[in-house]
């Protein structure tokens, strides 16, 4: 059992930046392939960045490439999202997930989810 909590999330103007790490436990890190999730109210969860279990390949959606980055550190068994030039329409609640296979995280369907955090762009 994989436990992830996730944290630096909040209130950010627009044009801004946020880092958010995710702190993994309970099993072997660098087996699970991480990813970033986010969900606003009244939308479905959608995966906004995931990287292999090396960290050596990622994955991001149009609508944050070029603004988000994932990254790892495999030593340390966490997983963070470098968020840059905020919109007000990346308010949401931020997940971190792992699963087995980088697919698994791009569907929606990892194998274990944190508790979330919130981040809110001001415009």
């Known amino acids: 059992q994989v436990q992830l909590v996730e944290s630096g999330g909040g209130l950010v103007q627009s044009g801004g930046s946020l880092r958010l790490a995710c702190a993994a436990s309970g099993g072997t890190f660098s087996s699970y392939a991480m990813g970033w999730f986010r969900q606003a109210p009244g939308l479905e969860r959608e995966c906004v960045g995931a990287?292999?279990?090396?960290?050596?390949?990622?994955y991001y959606p149009d609508s944050v490439k070029g603004r988000f980055t994932i990254s790892r550190d495999n030593a340390k068994n966490t997983v963070y999202l470098q968020m840059n030039s905020l919109k007000p329409e990346d308010t949401a609640v931020y997940y971190c997930?792992?699963?087995?296979?980088?697919?698994?995280?791009?569907?929606?369907?990892?194998?274990?989810w944190g508790q979330g955090t919130q981040v809110t762009v001001s415009s």
């Open positions: 990287t292999i279990k090396s960290g050596s390949s990622t």
């Open positions: 997930a792992a699963a087995k296979r980088l697919h698994d995280l791009v569907v929606v369907t990892p194998d274990y």
